[in-house]
């Protein structure tokens, strides 16, 4: 029998007590048959072999140096797009900085060409059992924090149960179904698993960062700070004003670079990220070389602005990359959390007021499509009616959910792009007096009597003239709509506290979504603070279907069970979809290198990019 003794419980200072789980957790019977591999994958299938040298995708031979600076086009958890006030960026407090995670190792590391394998980084090797609910990571020993710490399984145990018990809410809730994380010595870390855990879990758990379980033994965790934390990773903060721009530092002597994960990759000496608060403001900055690269996300400037001086004489390049990835769902999310929204058909009518084809053709040049779909340019998309294997998963609720979802996949109207489609217009109106919503003095109001009103929250004033058409159409309607224009910290807040009627939010999902869809869809995360669950849906239909989708073996379970609650959730009318496109819009100054291979399911930069000494004095003599 295993005894904790004192080496198995973590220091006080750190918050909280850990009852460690042994290496024994291998039972003999699983140890025969427990496998050992250089990798992970949520369905076992690893493409590259054990002895592999460097990511197809990469120049292992890139030259390293230079600066590579851009505005930010993502952020994760707790950061902010437009600021920052903080270097802690895996809580809920606080607005971090972006590109924090480059600051820290993690034990596996993602390959760029496979939906979602990932190989050997900070752990040199991981050891499953055959039941799948124990894994073990053996860590390397040549890892280290950078100032020269070790870095242990028992700083990797640390890690994964503080930000169980203290980390942000979407890290915490994906960690409900890890039981325990726990280190016997420097080396190996053990991973126990809850039975039924979601299929991708293991591979949430390899990619979170490591901290050092010293540093925070006299620091708390869970505040906002700007003191750069103890990192592994491959950068290290270097100069920041915050609110303005943050520098993160290569380091010169990283352990993990020569590894077969990096090889080719972190090739700048600086990734520099800067804030603007005003994306016209942000353009100009771009033309003057303020900084280095970007990602044009503003059709009308991508149309109409990158007609600069430096660009007509060849200084800057840009270009449309594919991305052919899930593009994911971008839309007015609406919060039904308030009575006003209860009623389907209510926000239905709200999807028939919005023309998507003028605001397309008027404000967005034609460069989009509609957004339909959860899962959005995939296969997982629900198309046309259910097929045998839909209607097995959905048979069961029929009755418990709209009847629609047995036919045609919701799609959203198709309007005539005059701004005003009459026709469209009648149809909200319909849904509006089925709803209970009647007119009074000219004004349309609830079925309590109450007026139907309805405001945007908004943190930059770029998307006003795509409300504004809708908002237009909504008082045709008689709905009074209004946009509150907030501060980004103010924001941030106020969408943690789900302090809103209607909000703008794009999300995406891996190409094997798993338990991060119990974070958008779910009703606990509907209830927990600061989830992705803006439009507080809690159906336990769409509950059993996340379940299904997160345990399915196969890849064409997986599929199906994604189709079905696409299905559940367009019918349900959470929110007015908006609009994609599966290409990157990119425009850099003539200073870089890249591999003529782009990774498949991500972008690869600044990633596999590096700084072009030839080209950059090149580009600074014709300026």
Request: aromatic share 12%.
């Amino acid at each position: 029998m295993f005894h904790p003794t004192r080496r198995h419980v973590l220091t006080a200072a750190a918050g909280f007590a850990v009852v460690e789980v042994s290496r024994d957790a291998f039972s003999s019977a699983n140890a025969a048959d427990a496998i050992e591999s250089h990798g992970l994958s949520a369905f076992g299938d690893l493409g590259y072999p054990p002895d592999f040298q460097h990511f197809r995708y990469v120049d292992p031979d890139a030259p390293k140096g230079g600066t590579f600076s851009q505005i930010g086009p993502d952020a994760q958890y707790n950061q902010n797009f437009l600021t920052f006030n903080s270097l802690n960026s895996f809580i809920l407090k606080g607005d971090a900085a972006q590109g924090m995670e480059l600051t820290f190792a993690t034990l596996l590391a993602r390959a760029g060409d496979e939906p979602d394998a990932m190989y050997a980084l900070a752990a040199a090797k991981v050891r499953r059992s055959a039941d799948g609910l124990t894994y073990q990571f053996s860590i390397r020993p040549e890892a280290q924090f950078h100032d020269g710490t070790p870095l242990t399984a028992r700083d990797v145990a640390f890690s994964l149960m503080i930000l169980k018990a203290k980390g942000h809410p979407l890290i915490s809730q994906s960690l409900r179904d890890m039981q325990n994380a726990a280190a016997d010595d420097d080396t190996v870390v053990t991973v126990a698993f809850a039975p039924k855990r979601a299929r991708d879990l293991p591979l949430f758990v390899a990619g979170l960062p490591i901290f050092s379980r010293a540093y925070y033994s006299t620091r708390p965790f869970d505040e906002s700070t700007l003191d750069a934390p103890l990192g592994s990773g491959a950068y290290k903060v270097g100069r920041f004003d915050a609110g303005r721009y943050i520098e993160y530092e290569r380091v010169k002597d990283w352990w993990g670079a020569d590894l077969p994960v990096a090889r080719g990759q972190n090739n700048f000496d600086i990734v520099r990220f800067e804030y603007y608060r005003d994306r016209d403001v942000g353009f100009e900055g771009f033309t003057a070389k303020n900084y280095l690269f970007r990602e044009e996300f503003t059709s009308r400037t991508w149309a109409t602005r990158y007609n600069f001086p430096a660009m007509q004489d060849g200084r800057v390049k840009r270009d449309t990359i594919p991305d052919d990835t899930l593009s994911g769902a971008q839309g007015w999310f609406i919060n039904t959390r308030r009575k006003k929204f209860a009623d389907v058909r209510l926000r239905q009518a709200l999807d028939n007021a919005f023309d998507f084809e003028w605001t397309n053709k008027t404000i967005m040049y034609g460069c989009y499509d509609r957004t339909v779909s959860l899962f959005q340019n995939s296969d997982m998309m629900a198309a046309g009616k259910p097929g045998a294997a839909e209607l097995a998963l959905l048979q069961p609720f029929r009755g418990r959910v709209a009847e629609d979802v047995f036919g045609e996949a919701y799609v959203p109207p198709v309007n005539d792009g005059t701004g005003n489609d009459r026709a469209m217009l009648r149809k909200a109106v319909e849904l509006l007096q089925t709803a209970g919503c009647g007119i009074k003095d000219g004004k349309r109001i609830l079925p309590d009597g109450e007026p139907l009103d309805i405001e945007f929250l908004l943190d930059e004033p770029t998307f006003e003239p795509h409300h504004m058409a809708l908002i237009k159409n909504l008082a045709t309607l008689g709905i009074a709509a209004t946009i509150r224009l907030v501060d980004p910290v103010q924001y941030r807040a106020r969408m943690d506290d789900f302090d809103f009627d209607i909000t703008v939010n794009r999300f995406s999902f891996s190409s094997t979504p798993g338990d991060s869809l119990r974070t958008y869809f779910s009703a606990q995360a509907a209830a927990l603070k600061g989830s992705n669950n803006l439009a507080g849906i809690a159906d336990p239909v769409i509950d059993a279907l996340i379940e299904t989708a997160i345990a399915a073996d196969t890849r064409p379970a997986l599929i199906t069970a994604c189709r079905a609650l696409d299905r559940v959730f367009r019918a349900g009318h959470y929110w007015i979809s908006q609009w994609y496109k599966p290409s990157h819009w990119i425009a850099y100054w003539d200073v870089f290198g890249h591999p003529p291979a782009q990774p498949h399911y991500f972008r690869g930069i600044p990633d596999t990019w590096w700084y072009d000494r030839v080209k950059a004095e090149k580009t600074q003599r014709a300026g």
